[in-house]
């Protein structure tokens, strides 16, 4: 018997629930603080890399390369409310956070992980990129076609937001 498994065995139950909790919680912040790395790292490659007018494509005109700066939300929708945005990004880090100490299921510490991670990133670039404090733009620089141009937070958010909604249709509670 491994040394963790001796001691999990002269645990009480509730003991190792508890264990098994903060495990999950380690997990979410963990998962969290890497998908900020990575999104805060590739936009770092990005703007060392891309120019504003110039798209390298990567699958023919289906999803390129090109930098862009969004002052707005989803498709530069709201570009005068900035502000508001990083009040909303900062509003959900610190709402996952807190749900990251409550969580009681493996998916649902990988979901609240990654969207924590990603509303991180996104709250840093509004609270300190150009133009000034709390008026960032996003760094983007996931061309989708003519659609939109995104970044790795973005694909992040609605990968995690199908997961949530698979996890809520199957009933697997928080």
Do not use: C
């Not at 005109?61 to 700066?69: H, R, T």
């Not at 530069?76 to 749900?99: D, M, P, R």
């Amino acid at each position: 018997m491994t040394p963790d498994a001796a001691a999990d065995a002269e645990l009480t139950s509730g003991e190792r629930q508890q264990r098994g909790r903060w495990r999950l919680t380690a997990g979410a912040l963990a998962l969290g603080g890497l998908v900020l790395l990575i999104d805060q790292g590739t936009k770092a490659w990005a703007e060392a890399t891309l120019t504003v007018s110039e798209r390298l494509p990567l699958i023919g005109d289906l999803l390129g390369l090109q930098l862009a700066y969004n002052p707005g939300a989803a498709f530069s929708f709201g570009e005068g409310s900035t502000w508001v945005f990083a009040l909303v990004a900062v509003a959900a880090t610190v709402t996952a956070i807190v749900f990251a100490f409550r969580v009681r299921h493996p998916g649902w510490a990988i979901v609240i992980g990654a969207l924590g991670g990603a509303a991180a990133s996104h709250a840093g670039d509004r609270l300190f990129r150009a133009p000034g404090f709390a008026q960032g733009h996003v760094v983007d620089f996931l061309a989708y076609g003519n659609w939109f141009i995104g970044n790795v937070a973005d694909v992040v958010i609605v990968t995690a937001a199908i997961a949530g909604a698979l996890l809520m249709i199957r009933g697997n509670e928080n």
